[in-house]
Structure formats: structure tokens, C-alpha cells
């Protein structure tokens, strides 16, 4: 596609359920990352994939989160029995391998636990 | 680990400069990236720095000092539409290459 896509763009749930964010890259990217972005704060990194292996999972938070990727194609991440401090704005980027310090962001998962 | 510091927010009015500066604590430093984001928006890359010296693309530049661990994003002729946050972000090897960021630094831009 012409550029990464997320969905969905706002996901609103309850204390205690599972959500899955889906993150569609850049075509031809094979690196992809997801982030998590308090608001007003920073980009936290939570997980790196090269294809579909994840050499780097270092930033998730808690076994609540995982996520996997198809080949070099869409990714998921699914966050279990969510809690009120998983809300958050959940970006995903994909880059070249060789050029990691140029990512192209999607719109980003704005999450609510309420 | 790795640390950046930049400012948490720069004012400025509209023709003016400004820089942005970045710190930062790393090892396996590759490179320095800035990033621009919107309220609301996607973070999007404007510069990279591996070497020493100023990059220029535009009304934007970008400085790297390596000896230093310091480098610079400078605005000249700012707008209104560069009103937003920027994020210095550093390439490191741990294994593999990926970047690490600020705390982004909120720049206001009034007329």
C-alpha cells in the first residue's frame, strides 16, 4: 500500500477483555515495530520484527502482550485482560532493514480501558 | 541503556529560528534521527545524522556531534504549521539496529 495502515483507529474496551490492533506495512518493508505513546510523552518501544520472526521483544510491558506478524506482512497485537494503564496510542512503523532510522509511522491504535 | 534529554517545550514567533537540542547517553550509537509529530498525528522523519556536521534539507537542519553525544535540529523561517513536537531518536546496535526516543520537545509557534 502507499502507506502503513492500523486498525482500528479508536478501540474503547472494558477492564479485563483482549483486544487485537492490526498494523498493515509498507509494502517491501520488511522490518516492522510497534510502540506504545502515553499521552504527551514519548515513544515507548515495545516489539521489533524482521520478517516474521522477532529478534527483539525486549519492550513488552507484561506477558498481557504479544504479537505476531505473517511473513512480511500484517502484524498483530494482542493485549490480554487489559488494564486501565494499557491506555494509550499503540503505533506501528515500518522501515527497510537497512535503514532503521527511517520509519514510517501508521495513524496509530488510540486505546481507552475503561 | 540508552538516554536522551531534550526540552519539554520552545516558543518562538513566526520568521524566527530555532534549535532544538538533543543529549544523549547511549552505547552502539549509530545515528541521531528527528522526528516530527502533530497533535493527533504520526510521528514523521525529517533528518538522520551518522557523521559529524550539519545536514540541511530545506528550512530544516540537523547537527551531530559524536565526540560530544549532542546534536541539533534548527528551524529558520518558522510557520504556524511547524507548531508541534519533535523527537530526537538515536539508531543503536543491540544485536540489531533500532531507535530509541526522547521525550520529544513541544514547539509553539505564535504569530
Known amino acids: 500500500g502507499a502507506g502503513v495502515s492500523q486498525s482500528p483507529s479508536n478501540k474503547v474496551t472494558e477492564k479485563g477483555k483482549d483486544v487485537e490492533l492490526r498494523c498493515d506495512p509498507i509494502?517491501?518493508?520488511?522490518?516492522l515495530y510497534w510502540y506504545r505513546q502515553r499521552l504527551g510523552q514519548g515513544l515507548e518501544f515495545l516489539i521489533y520484527f524482521q520478517g516474521n520472526s522477532a529478534p527483539d521483544k525486549s519492550g513488552l510491558p507484561s506477558d498481557r502482550f504479544s504479537a505476531e506478524r505473517t511473513g512480511e506482512s500484517v502484524s498483530t497485537l494482542t493485549i490480554q485482560r487489559t488494564q486501565q494503564e494499557d491506555s494509550a496510542v499503540y503505533l506501528c512503523?515500518?522501515?527497510?532493514?537497512?535503514?532503521?532510522?527511517?520509519?514510517?509511522f501508521g495513524p496509530g491504535t488510540r486505546l481507552t480501558v475503561t | 541503556g540508552q538516554s536522551l534529554e531534550q526540552p519539554s517545550e520552545v516558543t518562538a514567533v513566526e520568521g524566527a529560528i530555532v534549535q532544538i537540542n538533543c543529549t544523549y547517553q547511549?552505547?552502539?550509537?549509530?545515528?541521531l534521527s528527528w522526528y516530527q509529530q502533530h497533535d493527533g498525528g504520526a510521528p514523521t522523519f525529517l533528518s538522520y545524522n551518522a557523521l559529524d556536521g550539519l545536514e540541511e534539507t530545506g528550512r530544516f537542519s540537523s547537527f551531530l556531534s559524536r565526540s560530544d553525544s549532542y546534536g541539533y535540529l534548527l528551524l529558520q523561517e518558522l510557520q504556524m504549521k511547524d507548531s508541534a513536537s519533535y523527537f530526537c531518536a538515536v539508531t543503536v546496535n543491540t544485536g540489531f539496529q533500532k531507535l530509541v526516543f526522547g521525550t520529544g520537545t513541544r514547539l509553539l509557534v505564535s504569530p
Open positions: 512503523a515500518s522501515s527497510l532493514p537497512s535503514n532503521s532510522y527511517e520509519q514510517y
Open positions: 509494502s517491501g518493508h520488511t522490518a
Open positions: 547511549t552505547s552502539g550509537f549509530y545515528g
